[in-house]
């Protein structure tokens, strides 16, 4: 498994974090998804088939801007 990291705009509650964690989840490969809302941080454990740009696409229609 790897661990991608990376911070997402828009980002304010618990929310946001629900459905950042409900669009990323979503990409076939990802066994775990974690959120620190005072950072803006999304925390991503996957597989080889997920890559930073998936992750940042997830976050984009989610309505988010990954930084």
Same mark, same amino acid.
């Given at each position: 498994?790897? +661990?991608?990291?990376? +911070?997402?705009? /828009?980002?304010?509650? /618990? /929310?946001?974090?629900?459905?950042?964690?409900?669009?990323?989840?979503?990409?076939?490969?990802?066994? %775990?998804?974690?959120?620190?809302?005072?950072?803006?941080?999304?925390?991503? +454990?996957?597989?080889?088939?997920?890559?930073?740009?998936?992750?940042?696409? %997830?976050?984009?229609?989610?309505?988010?801007?990954?930084?």
């Amino acid at each position: 498994m790897t +661990t991608t990291i990376v +911070t997402a705009a /828009g980002i304010t509650c /618990g /929310g946001c974090a629900n459905a950042v964690k409900k669009a990323v989840s979503a990409l076939p490969g990802v066994a %775990a998804v974690a959120v620190e809302v005072s950072e803006k941080r999304v925390t991503v +454990t996957h597989d080889d088939r997920v890559s930073r740009s998936a992750v940042a696409d %997830a976050l984009k229609k989610a309505g988010f801007q990954p930084a």
